[in-house]
């Protein structure tokens, strides 16, 4: 897989728990009681992460990156059976049959997320 996917990947991942954590809620007592987590270090950690993280990618890709975000909110979404699962629009079948696909860093035509193809 593409290691700039990959870095993708975790700063979604991330971006979810932060979600998380910023949405509250009974999980958050939870937290504190079972783990003794205190959930604003945790939201800072976790920003400082993303921020960090976010750092690593390339320059062309962090910006596609900082324009795909804040409309679609998901920026990495599989392609099963050819179809899309962002905008679920089916993909060329180049794209979606290329023996390299995990090689190159590739794209939804429709939506532009970033996309990587399941067998």
Do not use: K
């Not at 035509?109 to 970033?114: A, I, Q």
């Amino acid at each position: 897989m593409h290691p700039q996917l990959t870095l993708l990947m975790e700063l979604q991942d991330l971006r979810g728990q932060l979600r998380e954590l910023e949405d509250g809620g009974e999980s958050e007592t939870m937290e504190q009681e079972h783990f003794q987590l205190d959930p604003e270090q945790a939201r800072s950690q976790l920003a400082l992460t993303i921020t960090d993280l976010e750092a690593t990618l390339s320059t062309p890709i962090r910006l596609r990156y900082q324009r795909i975000l804040p409309t679609r909110g998901r920026v990495v979404v599989p392609v099963i059976n050819g179809v899309c699962y962002g905008c679920f629009v089916s993909i060329p079948t180049a794209t979606a049959g290329d023996s390299d696909v995990h090689q190159d860093l590739q794209s939804c035509e429709s939506c532009g997320r970033f996309i990587y193809v399941l067998p």
